[in-house]
């Protein structure tokens, strides 16, 4: 599928500051939900441009650079944990693009969302399944929430050591889950997911 077909269609029908918003961390245990928004000029393609979840690390830092390059504006919006537990992650999410639209120096007159609608922005939006597979802007918006997220999850790694959070950047591997039970989850889990509660709960219960 040529990703750049649905911007070029929306373009050709009126819109000219098209932005793509798609996030990041929405399932991991620990560290911030993180939404980007990126607004790609007519025309150009930045090879090996796709979905950030099919794009290796050291690619994805490198398809980082190109976007950072050539777009015309880029707005990241960030959740953190605590926020997370008291307004639930869909909210959470939510929030974080609602920000990383905010965030554009130009704002937009059109959103190409992932999965999502943002009933609270008074903007003509389009919301895509799978958008970062059909739109090159949204797939531009995964690439940049992806790497802005990692590496906070590397700085939080600096802070906590212990939970390895530069490996599994949050997510809920068997790693992660044993070293919650032998540490107890720190400022940046999320409570109230249920993976870190159930393991939290027989710490604080022992005799």
Do not use: W
Not at 106 to 116: F, Y
Not at 162 to 186: L, N, Q, V
């Amino acid at each position: 599928m040529d990703i750049y077909r649905h911007d070029e269609s929306f373009r050709k029908a009126g819109y000219h500051h098209i932005a793509g918003l798609d996030e990041a961390g929405r399932g991991p245990l620990a560290g911030p939900v993180v939404a980007s928004a990126v607004v790609l000029p007519s025309g150009k393609r930045i090879k090996g441009l796709r979905d950030s979840k099919k794009v290796p690390e050291k690619e994805r830092e490198s398809l980082f650079m190109d976007i950072l390059c050539c777009c015309l504006d880029v707005g990241v919006g960030i959740v953190d944990a605590e926020t997370i537990d008291r307004i639930n992650i869909l909210n959470a999410t939510k929030l974080a693009m609602q920000r990383a639209v905010d965030d554009l120096s130009r704002g937009a007159d059109l959103l190409l969302i992932d999965a999502l609608q943002l009933p609270s922005m008074d903007i003509t939006q389009v919301s895509l399944i799978k958008g970062e597979s059909k739109s090159a802007s949204i797939a531009a918006a995964s690439i940049i929430a992806k790497v802005v997220r990692d590496g906070m999850m590397r700085q939080y790694d600096l802070m906590y050591p212990e939970y390895g959070f530069a490996k599994h950047k949050g997510y809920s591997t068997r790693e992660h889950m044993d070293k919650i039970i032998r540490h107890g989850p720190c400022s940046v889990h999320r409570k109230s997911f249920e993976k870190v509660l159930p393991l939290e709960l027989p710490l604080g219960g022992e005799e």
